[in-house]
Structure formats: structure tokens, C-alpha cells
């Protein structure tokens, strides 16, 4: 006996922990995106939204089957019901309501009020369905019409408007869908009739405006989601528009500067020479014609830039490849910075390494890499300092390193590094104009080789970058 109530009772927590599962699964769990989080808060808008709409509509079908039930069955019956689903209504309108007017807008504080909808129309699906079935009783075994034409009705009403949740549609189907197949099965049940009885058809005819029901509401239900899922596109496609936007926003703001500051230091140089006496003042003229000569190559970087992320975009960007061996190309990106770092009291050391490592690149868009990588070291180093250049193998990978001891990077603005038009703000770094194209190229063109580029930074103590290749890319000798 004690093992029988045993197994009974293991038996229980079986049954009982299996229905738990399903009845979570309902819910979404707490690993949800920022998307999917707005979305159910949406469904559940709507869906509170709709129903407080439909309030006075539901009120009118209550009493309406009220006054049928009391004048034709039983008045105080009627008069039950129709009190017990004005009192689920009401909950269930006090919980949407809350979701209507919430203040707190967390997912957590969403999952809870998804709960109490669910709840709140659990209860509500079963006032009707008590209602339906005592109506069901005190037809008799008959044709039923009354009730089950309620109970359709019900089952409309959920499928055109709670197709929002689909948890809340899904318990009221389960609901009415129940109690569809039960109301006739019960009379086939009782009365033991012949597969030649009407019972039979009503059970028949039930089962088919069952699946009338279930048609309409997977038909709502997906069209409610195709309505979202272009919402979001609509969203998503906004979302671009405003980064487009801000891009070009920023590339007028950008360039208009960079043009504006050497145009106007070529002009006035300009002007100033055409005023001067050249054999007087050779020392003037000569400084003159350098700070046109700077400017002029500034506007001319500016121009190369641009034209680079133009054709990067149009994936019309062209590479010639060919071995090149990384120590010689160090050598040559060192000494060709060489003369912008002297202007800065920097220094850049080159370590050479101890064989020689040949990757297959575009030599000229290799050394581009490399001098805007040692031009933005040398920009961010503070005055005196030094700058590491360098060529490894890492695990067969060829590795390019530019290490700065200069300002460092944020690391709130590690994200910012390798977009366009944009520079990180630091309010100890050098007064030092730019495009924020430079590091936008770096990246395109090391994606275009295969390779990777990432940095390392602390605040205060400079910034490694470096471009690892893969290993097919190597071809070391001895």
C-alpha cells in the first residue's frame, strides 16, 4: 500500500513537473534581445489597447446571451453568469489597464504583466466556458445551437482580436476547442448512439467549425506578425536612414573644414608672395611657398582619401599583388614618416626581424596601411617620445605591430576607432586636425588582404596596433 501511494506520488511530480515546463516555454525567457524585448511590449500595447476598445462590445454580448439564457432557460442561472464574467472582465481590464499606463519598462517588469494577462484570460475563457456548458445542460441532449453557437461565437471573437499574444490566443482556443468536442461527445457519450444518429453530425459539424476557428485564427495571428516583421524593416530601414544621415552630415562638416583650413593658408601665403619683394625677403618667400607646399599636400591627402572610400564602397577598389618582404617594408614606411615625426621630437624604432617574412599584398596600399598608422602614432605621442615599429611570426602568422606611449584610447570610444569621419575625444591630445578617415582605410584594406587588425590601448600609456595575416600568407626562409 505504502508503495503504491509512493508511485502515485512520484507518478504526480512527474506529470506536474512536465506541465511546469510547458506552461514556462510559454513565456519568453530572460535571454531575450533589445528587439524582442520591444516587440512583446508592443503585442502587449496592442493587445490591451484592443481590448479596452471592445470593452462596450463585449458588455453588450453578455447581456445579450444573458437575456436569451433567462428567458428561454433560466433566469438565475443568467443572472450567475453573467455577474461571474463581468467580474472576470473587469480583471482582465484592470490588467490591461496596468500594461497601458506602466511606468516601469523593464523586460522583467513585461515577463510579469504577460503573466497576469495570460491569467486574467485564463479566467475570463473559463466564465464563458461555464456559461456555454450550463447552457449545454439545460438544452439537453439536443441540437446544442445555442450554446455551441455561443461558443463560436467566443472563439471568433479571440481568433480576429487576441491574435496579438499568441500565449493568450493559444489558452482560449484550448479553451472553447475543448469544450466544442465535449458538448456533442457528451450526448454520443450518454445516449450511446448509432453511428447513423444526428448526434454524430453535431459532433461532426463541430469538429468542422472548430477548424473554421483555428483557420481564422492562424490567419489573424500571421498576419499580425507579417505587420510587425514590416514595422521592423520600416524601423530598421529609418534606423539607416538616420545613420546615413548623420554620415553625410558629418562628411560635409568634415570636409568643408579640411578644405577651408589649407585653402585659406595657400591663399594667404599666396597673397602675401605676390605682395613681397622675392629679392629683398628670399628667407620669407622661401617659408611662404613651404606653407603652401604643406597645405597643398594636405588637400591633396584629403582628396586621395576620399577618392579611396569611394571606390572602397563601390567595391571598385584595385590591389596588385606580389610578394613583399615586411622587414624592407617597415624600413621604407619608417623613413618615408621620418620627416613628419622630426616635426614632433619623435623618434621611430624599427625592429627588423631576425629572418626575413614575405607576405603577397598590394606594396602601395601596404605602405598607405602603415603610414597612417605611424602618422596617427606619431599625432597621439606626446613630444619626445619614441615609437615601435616592428615585423614577427605568431604561430606562422605574420604580424605588423605600431606601438605608440602616447595619450591611449578610452575605452568608451573603442567602437568609434575605425569609423568614418569620426576621432576620438580627448581633451589631452595635440591640436591636431583630421578627416577620421585614415584608420576607416586602414581597416578596408587589411579586410581586402585577408588579414585582421585590432589594437590594444590604456589610457594614459599609448596604443598597439596590430595586422595579423594568416598563415598562408607567409613564406619564411632562412
Known sequence: MIDGKKGTYNWMRVWAFRWSRRFR????????????????????HD????????????????????????????????????????????????????????????????????????????????????FTLLIAKLEGPTEHFSSLFFLFAAGLFAAVNNHQLPQVLAVRLVIY??????????????EHTSYQSTAWLHFATALFVLYFVLECSVIFLRLYQKGLDQLDELRAERDRAQESYEVKSQFVSVVSHELRTPLTSINGSLTLLRETDLVKNP????????????????????????LDIQKMEAHKMTY????????????????????YADQFETVIRVASPKRPITIRADHERMMQVLDNLLSN?????????????????DDDHPVLTVRDFGIGIPDDARDLVFEKFSQVDNSDRRDFDGTGLGLSIVRQIVD???????????????????????????ENTD
Not at 606653407?291 to 588637400?299: D, E
Not at 602614432?377 to 611570426?393: C, M, N, Q, T, W
Not at 588582404?449 to 598597439?464: K, L, M, Q, R, Y
Request: charged share 20%; aromatic share 12%.
Open 448 to 474: 581586402d588582404h585577408d588579414a585582421e587588425i585590432d589594437f590594444e590601448s590604456a589610457p594614459g600609456e599609448g596604443t598597439c596596433f596590430y595586422v595579423t595575416f594568416p598563415p598562408s600568407h607567409g
Open 377 to 393: 602614432a606619431v599625432k597621439f605621442s606626446h613630444r619626445g617620445s619614441y615609437i615601435e615599429l616592428s615585423a614577427s611570426l
Open 283 to 306: 628667407d620669407s618667400a622661401a617659408r611662404m611657398l613651404d606653407i603652401a607646399h604643406k597645405n597643398s599636400q594636405r588637400l591633396s591627402k584629403l582628396i586621395n582619401d576620399l
Open 47 to 130: 493587445f490591451s489597447s484592443g481590448g479596452l476598445a471592445l470593452f462596450w462590445q463585449r458588455q453588450g454580448i453578455y447581456a445579450g446571451a444573458a437575456i436569451l439564457c433567462g428567458f428561454y432557460y433560466s433566469i438565475p442561472i443568467a443572472v450567475l453568469c453573467y455577474l461571474l464574467c463581468q467580474a472576470t472582465d473587469l480583471f482582465d481590464s484592470f490588467i490591461s489597464l496596468r500594461v497601458i499606463n506602466r511606468k516601469d519598462h523593464s523586460f522583467r517588469h513585461s515577463i510579469a504583466l504577460l503573466k497576469w494577462l495570460f491569467f486574467s484570460n485564463t479566467l475570463s475563457s473559463l466564465a464563458v466556458a461555464v
Open 320 to 339: 596588385f599583388f606580389s610578394a613583399i618582404d615586411l622587414g624592407e617594408l617597415i624600413e621604407e614606411a619608417a623613413q618615408s614618416v621620418a620627416p
Open 177 to 190: 476547442g475543448g469544450l466544442f468536442i465535449f458538448i456533442p461527445g457528451a450526448d454520443i457519450w450518454n
Open 25 to 44: 516555454t510559454m513565456f519568453p525567457s530572460a535571454r531575450i534581445s533589445v528587439e524582442e524585448a520591444r516587440r512583446l511590449k508592443k503585442q502587449m
